[in-house]
Nanobody
Framework: QVQLVESGGGLVQAGGSLRLSCVAS????????MRWYRQSPGKERELVATIEKGGNTNYADSVKGRFTISRDNTKNTVHLQMNSLKPEDTAVYYC???????????WGQGTQVTVSS
């Protein structure tokens, strides 16, 4: 059974930092394209960050320079380091995995990030 378990969300003040984690079972994070999405009330789901199977990364313009996606192959875990947080970053953050473009999408349960003014 494929499972993505997220942790690390919480409540922080603007300018603070959080480190989200996504632990994968059954699949290998280095054999899948791993992505972080977020969704806040009244907004559509937004792609935040991507790490390709080869290690290349990509970010939404709104988080470039502040967020970093990384991978720990030994622990089979993907991280999202979130610095200089803004109230606009408040959302539920979801981990996503896909091995091939024709393969199933797998999703984590989501973790709440709240940034206060």
């Amino acid at each position: 059974q494929v499972q993505l378990v997220e942790s690390g969300g919480g409540l922080v003040q603007a300018g603070g930092s959080l480190r989200l984690s996504c632990v994968a079972s059954t699949i290998r994070v280095n054999m899948n394209v791993m992505r972080w999405y977020r969704q806040s009330p009244g907004k559509e789901r937004e792609l935040v960050a991507t790490i390709e199977k080869g290690g290349n990364t990509n970010y939404a313009d709104s988080v470039k320079g502040r967020f970093t996606i990384s991978r720990d192959n030994t622990k089979n875990t993907v991280h999202l380091q979130m610095n200089s947080l803004k109230p606009e970053d408040t959302a539920v953050y979801y981990c996503n995995a896909r091995r091939f473009e024709w393969s199933p999408n797998y999703w984590g349960q989501g973790t709440q990030v709240t940034v206060s003014s």
